[in-house]
């Protein structure tokens, strides 16, 4: 097997989401960097697999891509592996891929489960254009941003969240984004694996304690019937400057939202 950094793709619950591939791969290189050696340990254990591992993760990426490297140019075959799912996404790896391909040395891709595809192909939102955003901030003022800076694109949205953060994410969605079809895909390829589909207001009714652990993928379908809001301009402008945006942006957010200009905007929340 040729020396090289192999990128290997394991499971995002289910322990049998893996390639025959990535199995040989795994057996075949001479040392695999995982984030969480004990996680990666179980894995490797269920398929009979014994290799050094070399624990890389965001806190130590620097120094211990600098290692890797230089193991990768004299020669070592090295697999890289998350915690879950396909490595570099949401996960680390961005660092050591980008500076071997810049150094010549070979990054091969072993292909396999990822949680935004699997949600994606489920979600019954459209496929042909998504946009994958990582995960939201965790400061409301921020995630509304973000989330007004992509109200227009033409295209699936789709985010990582904590359980923690769900509620938050929803009603910021539905203050932001409105009426548009939202799907929570949860506990991909385990025992309680469940998508909740409907509005985000309508999730927010939906969601039990129970259904607010768990890993999930949030998706929201793009605008077709324009933003539901008929607030007054100047409540609707407070109420986002009190979701933790600055004047200026609330501004900005509810003259998008209602086709109307800045200046507008400005007039019916000063009356100037
Ligand atoms: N590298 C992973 C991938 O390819 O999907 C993602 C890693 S990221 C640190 C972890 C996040 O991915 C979770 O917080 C959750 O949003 C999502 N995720 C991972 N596994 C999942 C699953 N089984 N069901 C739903 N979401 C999942």
Redesign the pocket.
């Known amino acids: 097997m040729q020396a090289a950094l192999y990128l290997v793709a394991t499971p995002?619950?289910n322990l049998e989401d893996i390639s025959v591939r990535a199995l040989r791969v795994l057996k075949e290189v001479d040392r695999i960097a995982c984030e969480d050696t004990r996680h990666s340990r179980k894995l490797l254990e269920h398929y009979g697999i014994e290799k050094p591992l070399i624990s890389y993760h965001e806190h130590n990426e620097r120094e211990r891509g600098e290692e890797l490297l230089a193991a990768l140019r004299a020669g070592d075959r090295i697999a890289l592996i998350?915690d879950?799912?396909?490595?570099l996404?949401?996960?680390p790896g961005y660092r050591i891929a980008a500076a071997a391909a810049a150094e010549g040395i070979a990054v091969i891709p072993i292909p396999g489960?990822?949680?935004?595809l699997t949600?994606l192909c489920a979600s019954g939102l459209p496929t042909d254009a998504f946009v994958f955003g990582g995960f939201l901030p965790p400061k409301q003022g921020q995630r509304r941003k973000i989330l007004e800076s992509w109200a227009e694109v033409p295209a699936t949205l789709v985010f990582?969240?904590?359980p923690h953060r769900i509620t938050e994410t929803l009603d910021d969605v539905d203050a932001v984004l409105g009426d548009r079809p939202v799907v929570l895909?949860?506990?991909?390829?385990?025992i309680h694996e469940e998508f909740l589909r409907g509005t985000a207001r309508e999730l927010l009714a939906q969601l039990k304690p129970a259904n607010t652990r768990g890993?999930?993928?949030l998706l929201i379908g793009r605008g077709t019937t324009g933003i539901r809001d008929d607030r007054p301009i100047p409540e609707a402008v407070a109420d986002a400057i009190r979701g933790g945006m600055d004047r200026m942006d609330a501004i900005k957010l509810i003259a998008r939202q209602r086709g109307l200009s800045k200046r507008e905007v400005y007039q019916a929340v000063t009356g100037a």
Do not use: C, F, H, N
């Not at 879950?84 to 490595?87: D, E, H, L, R, Y």
């Not at 489960?113 to 935004?116: F, P």
């Not at 895909?185 to 385990?190: D, F, I, P, S, V």
């Open positions: 995002i619950g998350s879950a799912g396909t490595p996404i949401s996960d489960a990822s949680a935004l949600a990582y969240e904590a895909a949860r506990e991909l390829t385990k890993e999930m993928v």
